[in-house]
């Protein structure tokens, strides 16, 4: 199985695809299952839990057809500063403007 992060940049349900802006640069849409999962941190959500905007993992598979479909869609936390820093650490480094 092959894989492919990105952002998601659009969910079609009733076409069951979405699109993904990859980490390499390139837009692809790809189509989805039933059976495809949604996980976040070892649980498994509801596809009504993705956002455009998320940074999302796919896990592709070829389907009886040769068509790549996605079989694992998989929430990553975007980078943000750790909560537990020492006080005034994280809003200082925010209020930085170039």
Do not use: C, F, W
């Amino acid at each position: 199985a092959r894989s492919v992060k990105g952002v998601l940049q659009n969910l079609d349900v009733g076409a069951r695809q979405l699109t993904l802006a990859t980490v390499a640069g390139d837009l692809r849409t790809l189509p989805y299952t039933e059976e495809t999962e949604v996980r976040m941190g070892g649980k498994t959500l509801p596809l009504s839990a993705l956002k455009v905007g998320q940074h999302i993992g796919l896990s592709l598979k070829k389907d009886e057809t040769g068509e790549q479909v996605i079989s694992r869609i998989t929430l990553t936390a975007a980078k943000r500063a750790p909560r537990k820093t020492a006080s005034g650490t994280a809003s200082a480094a925010g209020n930085k403007k170039p």
